[in-house]
């Protein structure tokens, strides 16, 4: 079977509370959602904030189920409480805040946590623990306290944890948010050499242009829905609608937008600056 995950027709309901005598209020945050993810690929989400993505991720790996529709996780229902734990297992979650998801005092132990839930056996949790940190770069601080980690060593060790349960696919909510640039960057690394080197899907949800330009296909969100989908020459080409969905577009790609409307010969859509230096260069000679 080729799909991680199928999303079709998905409804999701949150039931609000206003005070003890109303009945509670049913808002929409996801509407009619159909999405699928081919094994493998590296998917990113966009939306603005409110659009639905988290509640989405949180669909993914059965914290929440569908008010109607389905959700299918490498073939199984998130519906049926039986698929739960081997979903979790197959699909692992990477949150915003680095400080809310490590939960022991030493960074090694913290790790094994996933795999020890899981009730895997002592001497594989610690090779898995050992592997799993030597994949993200952080095995030469497995002794040390998670406390004492930057925001983006913590993240690092946040999906060393995912991985010692050897998920198929990790899904990743806007887990650069409250790092600092370099933060960022490593942590993507990271996710992109575990696409390549692991075989993992990878469900990005974020904020940063940047990190999308590398995706297999982009989803961008709004009121619960899918309001663009494609690769992401197709998306970001079409900077004035992304702009009405409260998106930006990468700097490089709205520099060579802003040149192209005032009629330089350029591409419609550029992605890198890389490929804004050989247009610029084919222009000038
Ligand atoms: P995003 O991650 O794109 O910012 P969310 O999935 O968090 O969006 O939220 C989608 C919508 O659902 C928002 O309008 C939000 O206010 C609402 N929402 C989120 N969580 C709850 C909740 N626990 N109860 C009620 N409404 C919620
Ligand atoms: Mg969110």
Request: charged share 30%; glycine share 8%; aromatic share 6%.
């Amino acid at each position: 079977m080729n799909w991680m995950v199928q999303a079709k027709n998905l409804i999701y309901d949150y039931l609000v509370e206003k005070n003890e005598e109303e009945e509670p209020v049913r808002f929409r945050a996801l509407d009619d959602l159909t999405l699928d993810v081919k094994k493998g690929d590296f998917i990113a989400i966009l939306g603005r904030n409110g659009s639905g993505k988290s509640t989405f991720a949180k669909q993914i790996n059965g914290l929440l189920k569908p008010s109607s529709g389905t959700i299918l996780v490498n073939g199984m229902d998130t519906a049926q409480e039986k698929n739960l734990l081997p979903i979790r297992q197959k699909a692992g979650m990477v949150f915003q805040n680095p400080d809310n998801q490590i939960i022991a005092t030493i960074v090694e132990e913290d790790v094994g946590f996933g795999p020890e839930n899981l009730g895997v056996p002592t001497d594989e949790i610690w090779k898995r623990v050992e592997k799993s940190l030597s994949q993200v770069g952080m095995l030469h601080y497995r002794k040390h306290s998670p406390n004492r980690l930057s925001g983006g060593q913590k993240q690092r060790v946040a999906i060393a944890g995912v991985m010692a349960m050897k998920p198929d696919c990790i899904i990743l909510d806007e887990p650069t948010a409250m790092l600092d640039p370099s933060g960022r960057k490593d942590v993507l690394d990271t996710v992109l050499e575990l696409k390549e080197k692991e075989q993992v899907t990878v469900i990005l949800i974020t904020h940063y242009m940047d990190e999308v330009v590398g995706a297999d296909e982009i989803f961008v969100m709004d009121h619960g829905r899918i309001a663009m989908q494609g690769t992401p020459r197709e998306i970001f080409a079409q900077v004035d609608r992304l702009k009405e969905l409260g998106l930006d577009v990468p700097q490089v790609t709205e520099l060579a937008y802003e040149l192209r409307r005032d009629d330089w010969d350029l591409p419609e859509c550029v992605l890198t600056s890389e490929e804004l230096r050989e247009e610029l260069i084919r222009l000038w000679q």
